[in-house]
């Protein structure tokens, strides 16, 4: 693009709210281009689910996000929830099956979720500006002028800015769209990593690494419990995975990183398959039996474990025994960071964004979408879900605007 091209609605981002935000814009007839720093559009899409992108769930309401942002949410699924969302993608042509309440694609690939999206875009004569990473916001006459690092130009008379959090930075969100909001006076809440393993400091971990779980998970933060996850719990050699500890990490993550809390504990029920009266009569019985401590809790926990907690098993007593595998208590010392989180807690204050159109309250004409606003799901394709229905209330409203 030699000179300055104007657009009616220019999109910042082509991950999964800004593809779907310049969809919306372009079906109510204004003429919209995606900036994309990348050479390609939807990476962390590619990466999401494992490779299979688990794009929405049955059960989708403001309640299995933040509290400060379930107004927000509320108000959005109420004009793209999750029937919309589903029929959103049935047009586009994705088969899409359940399992457990998490929808993913029919072929189990995320690459099938962004190649109807590129069809999408594709049918509509989207263009998209690749390798444009806007380096500067202005507010102009027409609307808003945008820079890229090498020169480029873009002029929109509404302006999209769908540029994720900061997780993943190498998939292309690495939060350097937060100084615009902040430039145009938002407030940004501190972002922090989720859905993000944890450190911790106890050779436990480290003796243990490889080995995998299942277990109750309870994130204590100054003594409060904060979150409780059931599920996989995989020891590193660095602290704690899997997916209960990926659960309840959000909160540690807030705990330890943006209000620098004094303590902040997992603890683990070990064997909740059994209560404490039932485990301590089963290592009773097996003291009196006089197994050596290695053997005490063989088959009910991995073989491993007896060694790693030879310390404990050697005390023999069954209660304190019993009372310490069901509330064991990990330090945590901090989080993996942002090469690991699968998403970012922070971001945009959802106050400052008009509920009905995902407008800012501060200035006319900007939009935001998707990961960048301070809205963080649980794990099971709430994520995907809010960059869905947020970048088509943002993409349809920025047309409906008076341009
Ligand atoms: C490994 C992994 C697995 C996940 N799995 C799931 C899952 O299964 N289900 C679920 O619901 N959620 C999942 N998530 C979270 C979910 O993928 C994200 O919340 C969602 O993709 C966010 O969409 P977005 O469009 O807001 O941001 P992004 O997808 O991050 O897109 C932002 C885009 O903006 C571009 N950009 C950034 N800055 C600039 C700039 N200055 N100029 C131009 N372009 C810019 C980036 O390159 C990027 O393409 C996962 C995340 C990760 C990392």
Known sequence: MAATAHFEVAVIGGGAAGIVAAIASKCSGRSVVICERLPRLGKKILASGNGRCNLLNENLSEFFYNPSARHLVKSIFSKFGKPEIATFFKVLGLHTYCEEGRIFPATNQSSSVLKVLEMGLKRLSVPVEYDFQVENVAASASGFLLSSASGRKVSCSALIIASGGKSYPALGSDGSCYKF??????????????????????????????????????????????????????????????????????????????????????????????????????????????????????????????????????????????????????????????????????????????????????????????????VDGCRGGYNLAWAWASGYVAGQSAAGRQI
């Not at 006076?185 to 393993?197: E, L, Q």
């Not at 004094?262 to 089963?282: H, Q």
């Not at 090469?339 to 922070?346: I, L, P, S, V, W």
Request: net charge negative; with cysteine; charged share 25%.
């Open 181 to 374: 909001a902040g430039e145009f006076g938002h407030a940004i809440t501190a972002p922090v990593p989720a859905a993000v393993p944890l450190t911790a400091k106890d050779p436990i971990c480290h003796i243990l690494q490889g080995q995998k779980i299942f277990a109750s998970a309870k994130a204590v933060v100054d003594g409060n419990t904060v979150g409780e996850a059931d599920g996989e719990v995989l020891f590193t050699k660095y602290g704690l995975s899997g997916t209960a500890i990926l659960d309840i990490s959000r909160d540690i993550s807030v705990a330890v990183n943006r209000l620098h809390s004094k303590s902040a504990v997992v603890v683990l029920d070990m064997t909740p398959f059994m209560d404490e009266p039932e485990l301590r009569t089963e290592l009773a019985r097996r003291l009196k039996d006089g197994f050596p401590p290695e053997e005490l809790i063989a088959g009910i926990l991995p073989n491993k474990f007896g060694a790693a907690l030879a310390g404990l098993l050697e005390t023999k007593d069954a209660a304190a025994i019993a009372k310490a595998l069901k509330s064991k208590e990990f330090t945590i010392t901090g989080t993996r960071g942002w090469n690991e989180a699968d998403f970012t807690a922070g971001g945009v204050a959802a106050s400052e964004i008009e509920p009905e159109t995902m407008e800012s309250r501060l200035k006319k004409g900007l939009y935001f979408a998707g990961e960048i606003v301070d």
